[in-house]
């Protein structure tokens, strides 16, 4: 199957040519008809599956293929969870949409007044498409301004992280303003049961497309590290200096975390930077820009870019520690080995993440090889990850890296 047979427009079929995008991927080939058919849709597929092009080619084709039922009206809406995605989507948009005349602006927070003026003259001024974080968005709709009597269609993309980031009341907010004939579509990784009742509430009739969830590709090569907490920052820069990677990123759970380890990192002389969610607007752009150009090796984020970095050629992704929800496992491992690429993901587990551990294993369906300890650092736990329980007999009595500020007490 091509694009070609999805019934895409020829001006799309050459954006996709020109990105060397030929074959669609499985959710792109439900997707794509059902939304092209004006059906509701609720998709449940996760990052790296070909999602975002999902929606975007048909609510292009839609968009381009007639007039608008109101002039001057914003005609689509995506909300997504954060500013990374909302940048991401619109590049991604302008990409597809190169050989069309339309028209996009994405819309987040952290920003100046200037910003914001030139986002409400853009708005007020005709923008088709306009790709949103929902606190920005409410702040627009609430001064009254926003046209979207003519709105044909609404995405709500990655719906459960909007939900954990406690985006829903906002969400529904949000609706109130729009047009009550519209076409949704809306996707998330997973389904919990608040996210069906808000599909039940904001779609009619949808096709339902479920996506399974993709275990790690192929070219990722995964290893595991068994290690006392207060053991994890000596690993870590063991492995710094002796891998050749030239693009890491290194998830760490929560940002105080994030802070101490990459003050830790930059204090031993690596090159890297934090991202989370203190820094502004242009503090992240600016990180993102140095890592992408590489003059910036070593990225430490927590889960907000896991999500929403979108990057082909990262050589090594380590977990400083085990993801508590092993689905977030699936997507902090494919940040590595993308387009065909080779990749490398290793994870921390110390003494009290075996069982969660355990359950990522169990998700992907076989054990990650567990890597001996590098010379000269102590030997780390007996992994047990039916029990978990946390080890003392071999551990460490003092002593040991800086890097989490979690401690690592027996």
Same mark, same amino acid.
């Given at each position: 199957?091509?694009?070609?047979?999805?019934?895409?427009?020829?001006?799309?079929?050459?954006?996709?040519?020109?990105?060397?995008?030929?074959?669609?991927?499985?959710?792109?080939?439900?997707?794509?008809?059902?939304?092209?058919?004006?059906?509701?849709?609720? *998709?449940?597929?996760?990052?790296?599956?070909?999602?975002?092009?999902?929606?975007?080619?048909?609510? !292009?084709?839609?968009?381009?293929?007639?007039?608008?039922? &109101?002039?001057?009206?914003?005609? *689509?809406?995506?909300?997504?969870?954060?500013?990374?995605?909302?940048?991401?989507?619109?590049?991604?948009?302008? *990409?597809? +949409?190169?050989?069309?005349?339309?028209?996009?602006?994405?819309?987040?927070?952290?920003? #100046?007044?200037?910003?914001?003026?030139?986002?409400?003259?853009?708005?007020?001024?005709?923008?088709?498409?306009?790709?949103?974080?929902?606190?920005?968005?409410?702040?627009?709709?609430?001064?009254?301004?926003?046209?979207?009597?003519?709105?044909?269609?609404?995405?709500?993309?990655?719906? #459960?992280?909007?939900?954990?980031?406690?985006?829903?009341?906002?969400?529904?907010?949000?609706?109130?303003?729009?047009? +009550?004939?519209?076409?949704?579509?809306?996707?998330?990784?997973?389904?919990?049961?608040?996210?069906?009742?808000?599909?039940?509430?904001?779609?009619?009739?949808?096709v339902e497309i479920t996506i399974?969830?993709?275990?790690?590709?192929?070219?990722? #090569?995964?290893?595991?590290?068994?290690?006392?907490?207060? $053991? $994890? *920052?000596?690993?870590?820069?063991? !492995?710094?200096?002796?891998?050749?990677?030239?693009? !890491?990123?290194?998830?760490?759970?929560?940002?105080?975390?994030?802070k101490n380890l990459n003050r830790?990192?930059?204090?031993?002389?690596?090159?890297?930077?934090?991202?989370?969610?203190?820094?502004?607007?242009?503090?992240? &752009?600016?990180?993102?820009?140095?890592?992408?150009?590489?003059?910036?090796?070593?990225?430490?984020?927590?889960?907000?870019?896991?999500?929403?970095?979108?990057?082909?050629?990262?050589?090594?992704?380590?977990?400083?520690?085990?993801?508590?929800?092993?689905?977030?496992?699936?997507?902090?491992?494919?940040?590595?080995?993308?387009?065909?690429?080779?990749?490398?993901?290793?994870?921390?587990?110390?003494?009290?993440?075996?069982?969660?551990?355990?359950?990522? &294993?169990?998700?992907?369906?076989?054990?990650?090889?567990?890597?001996?300890?590098?010379?000269?650092?102590?030997?780390?736990?007996?992994?047990?990850?039916?029990?978990?329980?946390?080890?003392?007999?071999?551990?460490?009595?003092?002593?040991?890296?800086?890097?989490?500020?979690?401690?690592?007490?027996?």
């Amino acid at each position: 199957m091509d694009f070609h047979s999805l019934g895409i427009s020829d001006d799309l079929l050459q954006g996709l040519d020109a990105m060397n995008i030929k074959v669609p991927t499985p959710i792109q080939q439900q997707a794509i008809p059902a939304a092209l058919g004006h059906r509701d849709l609720i *998709a449940c597929a996760q990052t790296g599956t070909g999602k975002t092009a999902a929606f975007l080619l048909p609510l !292009i084709d839609v968009i381009t293929g007639y007039r608008p039922k &109101e002039e001057g009206s914003i005609r *689509a809406l995506v909300v997504v969870p954060t500013r990374e995605l909302a940048l991401q989507i619109d590049q991604q948009m302008q *990409a597809i +949409a190169y050989y069309t005349p339309i028209t996009s602006i994405p819309l987040y927070g952290g920003s #100046d007044g200037n910003t914001f003026d030139q986002q409400k003259q853009a708005l007020t001024s005709g923008v088709e498409v306009v790709v949103a974080t929902p606190g920005k968005l409410l702040s627009h709709l609430n001064l009254g301004y926003v046209p979207v009597k003519g709105l044909e269609f609404l995405v709500l993309d990655e719906a #459960d992280r909007m939900l954990d980031m406690g985006f829903i009341d906002d969400i529904k907010r949000i609706i109130k303003f729009l047009p +009550a004939e519209r076409q949704t579509l809306m996707f998330s990784a997973t389904m919990p049961p608040v996210i069906r009742e808000l599909a039940k509430q904001v779609l009619h009739d949808p096709v339902e497309i479920t996506i399974a969830l993709s275990k790690p590709a192929e070219g990722v #090569d995964q290893q595991a590290y068994v290690v006392y907490d207060m $053991k $994890k *920052a000596d690993v870590l820069e063991n !492995i710094l200096r002796s891998n050749e990677a030239t693009s !890491i990123v290194i998830f760490a759970g929560r940002k105080v975390e994030v802070k101490n380890l990459n003050r830790h990192l930059q204090k031993r002389g690596f090159s890297c930077s934090g991202m989370h969610s203190d820094l502004d607007q242009s503090e992240r &752009e600016s990180t993102m820009l140095a890592f992408r150009n590489r003059k910036l090796r070593i990225l430490v984020a927590t889960d907000v870019v896991s999500r929403g970095i979108d990057i082909d050629d990262i050589d090594l992704v380590i977990n400083y520690d085990v993801p508590k929800d092993p689905e977030d496992y699936v997507h902090r491992v494919g940040r590595t080995a993308r387009a065909a690429r080779k990749g490398t993901a290793i994870t921390f587990v110390n003494e009290k993440e075996m069982r969660e551990f355990g359950r990522i &294993e169990a998700l992907i369906g076989y054990e990650v090889k567990k890597m001996p300890m590098p010379a000269g650092l102590p030997p780390g736990p007996a992994y047990d990850p039916q029990g978990g329980k946390r080890e003392t007999r071999n551990g460490p009595r003092r002593g040991g890296g800086r890097g989490s500020g979690r401690g690592g007490r027996r």
